[in-house]
């Protein structure tokens, strides 16, 4: 039966794709990918005889068409996007038209670059008496962020925030954030997380703008900020040998 299926391929490496994605790779007739984010290698699981088309300078018509046409002929779709298809993907807007015309669609969501980032670098994005909250956001570019989400109110909670989409304005990213968090606040750039040509930068806000352009990084990267890439935290209660819950009863009297 044809079906299209938005799939998130996860931040890169094709090893974090789920059995699901891999699954349904191999048995659609026909892969839409975003050529300049997609890694290469994550086609190799397309079925042999699979159309393979990349979106990269398709506008959205055309990619709906692609759908429409699948409709007719009865072929099922792989539209394959990367990380998660619930942040920064474009995928609202195919899935109302898909709706709208009786293309009948799934979403398979995957794992995040943010992730693949924290992963990297070794750290708990929430830790106790640290941060306990988690800020997904971006700067404001052609794509304008509201008012009240700006750089600068956000950085005010003092909250681990991920700023995706924006390492190529890192000085303005910068002097936003530093007016909320103060210049010696822990900053890690991760640029092609999971990807085998990775890199991971470390610094503060003071210093991390430089670091950055000296090591000539414009895009594919994410921005991470907070004290939870510091050392400082308290451990957690959920095996502190005192905290009691519904599976253990605490040890001391």
């Given amino acids: 039966m ?3 299926y938005f799939i998130g391929a996860g931040p890169g490496d094709p090893e974090l794709l789920t059995l699901k994605a891999k699954k349904i790779l191999e048995t659609s007739d026909v892969v839409i990918y975003a050529g300049s984010l997609v890694n290469p290698a994550i086609l190799k699981f397309a079925k042999q005889g699979a159309v393979l088309r990349d979106s990269s300078t398709m506008e959205l018509e055309e990619i709906l ?3 429409r046409e699948a409709k007719k002929t009865g072929k099922t ?13 474009a995928l609202q807007e195919q899935l109302d038209e898909c709706e709208r ?3 009948d669609c799934e979403v398979v969501p995957g794992i995040s670059s943010y992730q693949a980032a924290a ?3 070794r750290r708990e994005l929430t830790l106790p008496g640290v941060s306990q909250t988690l800020i997904l956001t971006r700067i404001s570019g052609r794509t304008e962020v509201p008012a009240r989400e700006s750089l600068e109110k956000l950085a005010k909670t003092k909250a681990t925030m991920v700023i995706f989409l924006s390492v190529h ?5 910068v002097s936003q954030l530093a007016k909320g968090y103060g210049k010696e606040t822990p900053v890690a750039v991760v640029e092609k997380a999971s990807w085998a040509e990775e890199r991971k930068i470390v610094g503060t806000l003071e210093n ?9 990084i414009k895009r594919h990267a994410l921005i991470v900020v907070g004290e939870v890439l510091g050392k400082t935290y308290r451990k957690s209660k959920l095996y502190d040998a005192d905290f009691e819950h519904g599976f253990r009863k605490r040890k001391s009297p």
Avoid: F, Q
């Fill in 208 to 216: 991390i703008a430089e670091k950055v352009k000296e090591a000539g």
């Fill in 119 to 121: 992963a990297t670098l």
């Fill in 77 to 89: 779709v792989a539209r394959v996007h990367t990380g998660d298809l619930s942040i920064y993907s």
């Fill in 101 to 103: 015309e009786g293309i």
């Fill in 169 to 173: 304005e890192i000085e303005r990213v």
């Fill in 2 to 4: 044809m079906k299209v």
């Fill in 65 to 67: 068409n692609i759908y």
